[in-house]
């Protein structure tokens, strides 16, 4: 799909509006206000002007009068003002906190190959980045460049009201300074852009080290890794400086276009002030004036640039929510699952134009069935478990679960009748009952308790206090792998689902957890349908059947005695396994 640069702008645009809208009487009222804030900003320097000259004439009474006054609008000013902003504010991240649960959601709900084709770090950045800068524009950007504008050309118009020939000498100013700042400005942000990229690349340097330091280590890496960060961190340094450069000589820059601004004032008011066509008060008044827009004009052309990068986000962000891999809503419900399996002639491949990974499979499982699947590394097991947990789509053929289409049966139906334990374990920093329990209210701790005395993990995790509030730290790096696997186990057990689905890794695992693993899966095994890619020599042999797979296709089925007799692939893979060693003894992992 093709579209224009401005349709997308659209697309951003239309996205900033509706995500504002709930909070429209907030920014109605902030805006109603703004012209407020100005009229009294603008009032100042007229007032010092209308003091000086009460002075000029020894009016005392006056003088105070007005000093009073000048006091009165900067505090009302800034009431006003301090209000306007927290509206806005206010407004502006409820909406992006909006924005950012709607693209959470939005992603939380794709299919699993959506996550294939993206890297995880461009999904993070379009929630946490992205938003932030659209934050920025939310909050500030937009509303506070409608104030800067009307700022400036409230304060020329006054000036001009005061006094116009004064003003038009001024406003030649104007096309200069625009014109340094803008080529600055410039400079500037290329460096910035520059500077984030360094930033970004030193950060992930510093991640890959300390995330992978064993590694690191290991392979004594040290050394080159250090020099790598150096350079880096170089790099950063030398664009960073030369930034601050560039900044400093902006600023000198500025300061002296105000000052020759000022002088400027000054030398144009020396006839009128002499023909007494103005007063002292007015060029007073002007200094002031001319001095109040600097600031606006010198940050508009920042602003701007952070409003058009606040909108690219914008639209990376429609983008992201426009595109969508969503899972069609499936109702049909599977109540009382009886755990019968068939694959109908399913063939697969992971995208449009890769290979198939999976070749006419057929295959028909009973009802409390223990099936067993080995095969060579890419054969496909995995991929059959993909299937199954509709994490994929078979590219022909069906899946049948108890007699239903797989795609059509409701959600919440599916994740409960099946129990996934997959390769990799995945534990949150909570509680050992939050870890099982995974937030599902109508889990008991009761329940809890049970599944963790039954399945042996008492036995294997000690605390001084209740097991059930063990702490688990992030990634569950304070447990074994043995005691992590059993976790995963508990999380199915409690559910109790009618079917199992296990995709073993136990080659980490050491013996002793090794046999309290066995009973632990033994025990969840009893009365549910199985379908276990499987390693451990013990699961192989207990299966009801075996199936071979190779290059994605069943190669043979039967039971352990059936398939070494038929002297196939499997028989030739049990011989190896006899062949290669002790490590081998008790897994089959160099199947
Ligand atoms: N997410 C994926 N995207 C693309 N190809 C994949 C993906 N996962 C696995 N594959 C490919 O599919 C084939 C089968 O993989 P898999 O089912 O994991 O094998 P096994 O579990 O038998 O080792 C392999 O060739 C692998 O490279
Ligand atoms: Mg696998």
Same mark, same amino acid.
Request: net charge negative.
């Given at each position: 799909m093709t579209s224009s640069p401005e349709q997308k702008n659209m697309h951003g645009l239309r996205l900033f509006l509706r995500a504002l809208r709930p909070y429209r009487k907030a920014i109605f009222i902030a805006l109603f206000l703004l012209p407020f804030g100005l009229a009294l900003q603008l009032l100042q320097p007229y007032l010092l002007k209308v003091a000086l000259d009460a002075g000029i004439e020894k009016d005392s009474d006056l003088m105070l009068y007005i000093a009073l006054l000048l006091v009165g609008t900067v505090f009302v000013q800034y009431g006003i003002e301090s209000v306007h902003s927290y509206l806005l504010q206010k407004a502006g991240h409820q909406a992006l906190t909006d924005v950012r649960s709607q693209i959470f959601r939005h992603i939380m709900a794709q299919r699993t190959g959506f996550f294939d084709r993206r890297p995880v770090g461009s999904l993070l950045s379009r929630v946490t980045s992205d938003t932030e800068a659209v934050g920025q524009t939310f909050a500030l950007g937009l509303v506070s460049i409608l104030g800067d504008f009307l700022l400036v050309v409230g304060t020329l118009v006054t000036m001009f009201v005061l006094h116009a020939k004064i003003t038009a000498y001024l406003l030649l100013l104007g096309p200069m300074i625009y014109i340094v700042v803008r080529i600055f400005k410039r400079l500037l942000r290329s460096y910035a852009d520059r500077i984030r990229k360094a930033v970004a690349r030193v950060n992930s340097t510093l991640e890959e080290n300390i995330t992978g330091f064993k590694i690191v280590r290991l392979h004594r890496r040290e050394a080159t890794s250090r020099r790598e960060y150096e350079t880096l961190t170089e790099n950063y340094y030398g664009l960073y400086y030369r930034f601050n450069i560039a900044d400093a000589t902006l600023f000198a820059i500025m300061e002296s276009l105000a000052a020759i601004t000022i002088g400027a004032i000054l030398y144009f008011s020396t006839q009128p002030i002499i023909s007494g066509a103005i007063t002292i008060g007015l060029v007073v008044a002007f200094v002031d004036y001319a001095q109040r827009t600097f600031r606006p004009i010198k940050e508009m052309s920042g602003k701007l640039a952070g409003l058009q990068s606040g909108f690219a986000a914008l639209d990376r962000m429609a983008g992201s929510l426009g595109y969508s891999e969503t899972m069609p809503i499936a109702e049909e419900p599977w109540t009382n699952p009886k755990g019968a399996l068939h694959f109908e002639n399913v063939s697969f491949r992971y @995208?449009?134009? $890769? %290979? =198939?990974? =999976?070749? #006419?499979v057929d295959l028909q499982i009973q009802p409390g069935e223990m099936i067993a699947v080995v095969g060579p590394? @890419? $054969? @496909?097991k995995t991929t059959l478990v993909n299937l199954l947990t509709r994490h994929y789509k078979a590219t022909s053929g069906r899946v049948l679960l108890d007699g239903l289409l797989i795609d059509g049966i409701d959600d919440t139906d599916l994740r409960e009748g099946l129990g996934v334990i997959r390769q990799d374990v995945f534990l949150f920093e909570g509680t050992l009952y939050e870890n099982i329990a995974l937030? +599902? *209210?109508?889990?008991s701790r009761e329940r809890v308790e049970q599944a963790v005395i039954e399945l042996g993990l008492n036995t294997l995790l000690k605390t001084d206090g209740n097991l059930l509030d063990h702490q688990i730290e992030e990634g569950g790096r304070n447990l074994s792998a043995g005691e992590a696997q059993l976790i995963t186990l508990a999380r199915v057990f409690v559910r109790n689902p009618s079917i199992v689905l296990l995709d073993e /890794?136990? /080659?980490?695992? #050491?013996s002793v957890t090794e046999s309290v693993l066995a009973t632990a899966l033994d025990r969840l095994k009893r009365g549910r349908t199985v379908v276990a890619v499987a390693h451990r020599l013990s699961t192989v042999q207990s299966a009801d059947r075996i199936v071979v797979m190779c290059d994605g296709q069943i190669e043979e089925t039967g039971t352990h005695r059936d398939l070494v007799q038929q002297n196939g692939l499997y028989a030739t893979l049990w011989e190896q396994r006899f062949d290669s @060693? *002790? %490590? +081998?003894k008790e897994s089959l992992d160099s199947l």
């Open positions: @995208g449009e134009t $890769s %290979p =198939l990974v =999976l070749r #006419d590394t @890419g $054969s @496909g937030g +599902h *209210a109508d889990i /890794a136990t /080659a980490r695992i #050491d @060693g *002790a %490590p +081998h």
